[in-house]
């Protein structure tokens, strides 16, 4: 069955670089089956997705905040990875690995989330 | 800029029948959005509820179902109990890869 599971720092300085990886277990992350995607949650607020990837190579930004994400893969170590730069206050949030179904283009299996603090 | 609205909160008795309802903001939402529904509880990952409209995900009990009425996608919740209290989040699927959420809603069971 497969589960993903989001590691990185709890704790990020304001106009640097957050860096967060996917760790996927029981598939596998060349599957053409899926989108790898990430999605936050800021406190109180609601689920955004910020972007995806897809086996084929091509990844996918949310508009608004396209200029400061990248989104890549290790499959060495069936691990994708999420990197925002120039972070502020506004980018605290939980952080949610999740896969999406290619065709159905839902989000199937979710990370349990990780919370990143943007704080000096 | 693409907005999908739901309603940020509903009330509903135990037994009763809600639907929640996602739109689009330029737009009627249609099958070809793939709409998808998730519910959250304070603290925990979203779960998948519907996906593809109205294709219950697994595991989901027969009481959720989702469906387009009139221009919108509908979560309905047939016989509401205790347990369905939490938000529910509309997903739509906007082609070339990109995904938007609903601002969610808060639902209530009282």
Known sequence: QLQLQESGPGLVKPSETLSLTCTVSGGSISSSTYYWGWIRQPPGKGLEWIGSFYYSGSTYYNPSLKSRVTISVDTSKNQFSLKLSSVTAADTAVYYCATQIYYYYFMDVWGKGTTVTVSS | ?110
């Open chain 2, 1 to 110: 800029q693409t907005v999908v609205t739901q309603e940020p909160s509903f009330s509903v008795s135990p037994g009763e029948t809600v639907t929640l309802t996602c739109g689009l903001s330029s737009a009627s939402v249609s099958t070809n959005y793939y709409p998808s529904w998730y519910q959250q509880t304070p603290g925990q990952a979203p779960r998948t509820l519907i996906y593809s409209t109205n294709t219950r995900s697994s595991g989901v009990p027969d009481r959720f179902s989702g469906s387009i009425l009139g221009n919108k996608a509908a979560l309905t919740i047939t016989g509401a109990q205790a347990a369905d209290e939490s938000d529910y989040y509309c997903v739509l699927y906007m082609g070339g890869g990109i995904w938007v959420f609903g601002g969610g809603t808060k639902l209530t069971v009282l």
